[in-house]
Structures are given as C-alpha cells and as structure tokens.
C-alpha cells in the first residue's frame, strides 16, 4: 500500500516541504523540556541523500508535522515516491542501483505503532537507512510501555536512534530555520536535559530481547 501511495506522488510535490520554520515554532516544538505540555504536533526536520552508484550523490531537505489524524512517521512514508525517486527501480536511473540514506530530528520519538510500521518498512527496504535524533521521548516513563518495546524493535531493525545535542539544534537552525542572520542561543537547561534523556534512551535501547 505505501508503494503505490509513494508511486503516486509526482515527484514536484516534495517542493512544498522545503519551506523553512519559523523561529519561534522550531523553539516551541523542539524544546527539551523536561514536562512539554501543550505540544501536541510532532514535527519531523528531513535530510534525503540519495547515491547512484559509487560516485554520484544528491542531496534534499524539509520538514513535517502529523496531519488530518495522520502521524507524521507515516506521513514521510507517504511522500516516499516523492522524496525518494527511484527507490523501488522505478524512475530514470537505469541500470545503476539506488540507495538513500534518511535523517530525521523528530520533536518527539515515535509511538509504538509508527515504530512498528517503521521497522516493517524497513525490513522491505534495504537500500534505505534511518537515523532518528529526537528531541523528546514519547510515552517513555513506564518501564513496561509500549513505546519503549518500539524504540527497541527499530533499533533491531538497523535504525540508529539518539538524543539531540547541542550540535544538532545547531544544524537544525542552520539547516531548516528561517533565522534571518540570528544566531541559535541555547535555553536554560539544554544540555542537561540532553543527558538526562541520553541516559535514559540508553537504559532503554540495552533492554534484551527475548
């Protein structure tokens, strides 16, 4: 089903996730806040590089954020045919083998079900690596819940998931903000909650399967 989805989806389409955030919504949403209330969107900065063969290599950018009961994990798959030509062998590469390699910075971590479905896809999808970094972690307090069994089913399926650092605020500032020349200033307690959540992702991710 998500084939055909992203098989129908002109490839100009991916033209309108380009558009940069503003200031102020980027800070909102991707703030580490220890109790984040009232952030309901999730918000999901793209990097798409593509390599055909050996030597060439390409490079696209954008964000989303969850829509119309849609979440935005699933969302990105959506767009797949437009984000990413060519990944099924359709499109004009020839004989040459496709392969992408996919960066999120997600506001939030995934839900269960979207880290099911991620990992379904992938297993369908060896030419496509995922690097998830979040800003926060959903539904993760509970030592039994769901999303934490999720986070570990991606990890199994190859995805590499981690905390966003100062460094990849920075990037995302600079990559997908709309800042008009200002600098990315650091709020109180940035780095701390970046360990503390570190930390408890790690504690998390080295959970064994059985």
């Known amino acids: 089903i998500l084939r055909k989805l992203a098989a129908a989806l002109d490839s100009s389409s991916a033209s309108r996730f380009r558009a940069l955030l503003p200031r102020k919504k980027f800070i909102y949403h991707y703030k580490n806040l220890r109790w984040a209330r009232g952030r309901c969107e999730t918000y999901l900065c793209f990097v798409v590089k593509k390599r055909v063969g050996p030597d060439s290599l390409s490079f696209d950018f954008g964000h989303l954020r969850n829509r119309n009961n849609c979440h935005v994990e699933l969302l990105f798959l959506r767009h797949l045919g437009a984000l990413c030509p060519g990944l099924w062998g359709y499109g004009v590469t020839g004989e040459r083998k496709v392969s992408y390699s996919v960066t999120w910075f997600c506001s939030w971590s995934p839900c269960a079900n979207c880290s099911i479905r991620l990992a379904q896809f992938l297993h369908q999808t060896p030419n496509l690596r995922l690097r ?18 999720g986070l570990r089913i991606l990890k199994k399926a190859g995805v590499h998931i981690t905390v966003m650092s100062y460094k990849d605020y920075f990037y995302c500032w600079q990559t997908f903000v709309a800042k008009s020349q200002s600098k990315f200033k650091p709020w109180d307690g940035l780095h701390q909650n970046y360990i503390r959540l570190s930390r408890k992702l790690n504690r998390i991710l080295q959970v064994q399967f059985f």
């Open 132 to 149: 998830i970094f979040v800003s926060r972690l959903y539904f993760c307090d509970l030592e039994d819940s769901r999303e934490r069994e």
